[in-house]
């Protein structure tokens, strides 16, 4: 099974160097720049396209590792080819394979295939995936899922319906909780302290924090005045934020207590209630 890149950026050069180093045989990469193409090939030990009907034909699986915008052009240049048996993968988050329109009837295949890993970097982010669990939507999963196997990783099959759903899931748990620190920053920064004071003090809180939820869950690694039922504290909290920075503190600390009822359930919660639903 040779498996093809087109579009030598992050994820490219990260999982054609993942699968290399697990014997998946990676035939080499297309790109819009040939430079890319060229260093992507070196970092792979495998060959570097001039044009793309030849990575087509000798790929068995073709990874279009282009920006998601770029996905649509790319799969119709393909499709001037001969396609037949080929698996057509993107790893977009958030589009589905319905994105490949009429790819059965070239008599191929289309799929997406997510790592569920931030790749920040080409030259180091294969060393992350092996950590990553994968989401497989579209045809061909069973085949998909055992390539990623072999190479140590869990995937799930994902239904192309909640794939909206699901990359606003990842959002939650990655990028929005960078806003989150940011803030923390900021109101520490407002507090008078140094900028390099704001912008580190947290870390070992926040490193910990991480820690705790990997190893034990959520609801076990719940802390903090929500849990305690310190109604008074969140009040002094409220009385300094804005209108719009207490509507987002209400609505986390109504999913905290969510956690924290069911955590102790022989605690009374009810005054938190009120005051997180008062206008
Ligand atoms: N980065 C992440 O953390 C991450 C995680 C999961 C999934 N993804 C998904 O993975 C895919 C790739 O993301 P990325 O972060 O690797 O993006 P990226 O670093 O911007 O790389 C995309 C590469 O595609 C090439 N390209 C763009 N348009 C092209 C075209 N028309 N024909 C051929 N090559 C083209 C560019 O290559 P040149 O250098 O040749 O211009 C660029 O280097 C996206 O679908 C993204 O949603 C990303």
Do not use: W
């Not at 998946?24 to 044009?51: M, P, Q």
């Not at 080819?81 to 080929?86: E, V």
């Not at 993968?89 to 931030?118: D, L, N, R, W």
């Not at 995936?129 to 072999?150: D, P």
């Amino acid at each position: 099974m040779k498996i093809g890149f087109i579009g030598a950026g992050k994820v490219g050069f990260s999982l054609g160097k993942y699968f290399a180093e697990h014997d998946v045989h990676v035939s080499g990469y297309y790109s819009r720049n040939l430079d890319s193409s060229k260093e992507a090939a070196i970092f792979t030990k495998s060959n570097y396209y001039i044009n793309l009907e030849d990575i087509v034909k000798e790929s068995d699986i073709l990874f279009l590792t282009v920006t998601d915008s770029s996905v649509p052009q790319v799969y119709s240049e393909i499709l001037k080819y001969d396609i037949r048996g080929k698996i057509i993968a993107h790893c977009s988050g958030a589009m589905t394979s319905e994105v490949f329109s009429g790819i059965s009837q070239k008599g191929a295949y289309g799929c997406s295939i997510h790592p569920i890993c931030a790749v920040n970097s080409k030259e180091t982010g294969y060393q992350d995936l092996s950590q990553a669990y994968f989401t497989i939507e579209g045809e061909e999963q069973g085949k998909l899922a055992a390539l990623l196997k072999r190479c140590g990783n869990k995937t799930e099959f994902l239904s192309a319906e909640y794939k909206i759903a699901y990359h606003c899931a990842a959002v939650y748990a990655s990028n929005l909780v960078i806003a989150l620190y940011e803030q923390a920053s900021t109101m520490l920064k407002n507090c008078g302290l140094s900028q390099e004071f704001s912008q580190k003090a947290f870390l070992p809180l926040f490193e910990q924090n991480c820690k705790n939820i990997v190893k034990k869950g959520t609801k076990a690694s719940l802390t903090g005045p929500v849990e305690r039922g310190d109604e008074e504290t969140l009040r002094k909290h409220l009385s300094i934020l804005s209108p719009k920075e207490k509507v987002v503190y209400k609505e986390l600390s109504k999913g905290l207590l969510s956690l924290a009822e069911s955590k102790n359930q022989e605690r009374n919660y009810e005054g938190l209630h009120n005051l997180l639903e008062e206008g």
